[in-house]
């Protein structure tokens, strides 16, 4: 059966692994172009970053993803996933070190810190980002030759679900089970929508902005989506070929869900 969400996944959007210098500067200055420029996070101050590149003490342990728009050949949103340190694996996370995590909803220290990483800078250029409510006639990420097409046509509905699908491939190349992250409220809602949301495990903090803490077995994540949204499932695992491992209990960790938080 077609699936019009891979579609327009393909025709509009590439996922590109930065795993060169050349990349990775196209992730660090799009970075300083959202958070500097853009001004959507507070805490950061082009003045301090002289070479526009917003880089920081986590990057040399992280996997970078770019989020290219096909019909401009730009790049236009990343992320990247914070991994265990390889020399020091008991190192913390940046959640671990910042936020408030309730230890009656999850004991990090019980987590295999191999199969973990912080989902981290989840950025789009601000064009690109607006509230669905706020782009009812088009998405922006269309070119005005794609807005005159066939209305009843299918878009892609956020280029944040786009970035997401880098993200669980990403993880699952690099054999990641458990996600940790500190992020608004506002974007676990929106991650909501695709079935896609991670679980509040602690209170919120002021962290570049108000933010909470989260954490997600990706596993669990996957098999509510299959059921939920089968559609974005079919996308972010390529119509079943992209796979996590099975279920375990070995940790036997708890977690308090909040849907919809």
Same mark, same amino acid.
């Given at each position: 059966?077609?699936?019009?969400?891979?579609?327009?996944?393909?025709?509009?959007?590439?996922?590109?692994?930065?795993?060169?210098?050349?990349?990775?500067?196209?992730?660090?200055?799009?970075?300083?172009?959202?958070?500097?420029?853009?001004?959507?996070?507070?805490?950061?101050?082009?003045?301090?970053?002289?070479?526009?590149?917003?880089?920081?003490?986590?990057?040399?342990?992280?996997?970078?993803?770019?989020?290219?728009?096909?019909?401009?050949?730009?790049?236009?949103?990343?992320?990247?996933?914070? +991994? /265990?340190?390889?020399?020091?694996?008991? #190192?913390?996370?940046?959640?671990?070190?910042?936020? &408030?995590? *309730? $230890?009656?909803?999850?004991?990090?220290?019980?987590?295999?810190?191999?199969?973990?990483?912080?989902?981290?800078?989840?950025?789009?250029?601000?064009?690109?980002?607006?509230?669905?409510?706020?782009?009812?006639?088009?998405?922006?990420?269309?070119?005005?030759?794609?807005?005159?097409?066939?209305?009843?046509?299918?878009?892609?509905?956020?280029?944040?679900?786009?970035?997401?699908?880098?993200?669980?491939?990403?993880?699952?190349?690099?054999?990641?089970?458990?996600? +940790? /992250?500190?992020?608004?409220?506002?974007? #676990?809602?929106?991650?909501?929508?695709?079935?896609? &949301?991670? *679980? $509040?495990?602690?209170?919120?903090?002021?962290?570049?902005?108000?933010?909470?803490?989260?954490?997600?077995?990706?596993?669990?994540?996957?098999?509510?989506?299959?059921?939920?949204?089968?559609?974005?499932?079919?996308?972010?695992?390529?119509?079943?070929?992209?796979?996590?491992?099975?279920?375990?209990?070995?940790?036997?960790?708890?977690?308090?869900?909040?849907?919809?938080?």
């Amino acid at each position: 059966m077609q699936n019009d969400l891979i579609d327009a996944f393909d025709e509009y959007f590439e996922i590109v692994n930065a795993d060169s210098p050349e990349l990775l500067k196209e992730v660090f200055h799009l970075r300083y172009t959202v958070l500097c420029i853009e001004a959507r996070a507070p805490g950061f101050k082009a003045a301090h970053y002289s070479d526009e590149m917003e880089t920081d003490e986590y990057d040399y342990r992280s996997h970078h993803i770019l989020l290219k728009h096909r019909p401009s050949n730009t790049f236009i949103g990343c992320a990247r996933l914070i +991994l /265990s340190d390889p020399s020091s694996p008991e #190192n913390l996370f940046p959640v671990e070190r910042y936020a &408030q995590i *309730d $230890p009656a909803q999850i004991d990090t220290s019980k987590l295999p810190r191999q199969n973990v990483a912080e989902i981290s800078r989840f950025l789009l250029l601000g064009k690109y980002s607006r509230r669905r409510e706020e782009r009812r006639r088009s998405p922006d990420w269309l070119n005005d030759e794609q807005r005159t097409q066939d209305n009843n046509r299918r878009r892609f509905p956020h280029p944040m679900l786009a970035i997401t699908v880098g993200i669980i491939r990403s993880c699952i190349q690099h054999n990641i089970t458990y996600w +940790l /992250s500190v992020m608004e409220p506002a974007l #676990n809602r929106l991650l909501y929508i695709y079935s896609l &949301q991670l *679980d $509040p495990v602690g209170p919120l903090i002021d962290y570049h902005g108000p933010r909470r803490p989260y954490f997600a077995d990706i596993r669990n994540v996957l098999e509510r989506m299959r059921k939920d949204n089968p559609q974005v499932w079919e996308l972010i695992t390529d119509q079943g070929k992209i796979q996590a491992t099975p279920l375990d209990t070995a940790l036997n960790l708890r977690i308090a869900t909040e849907p919809g938080k």
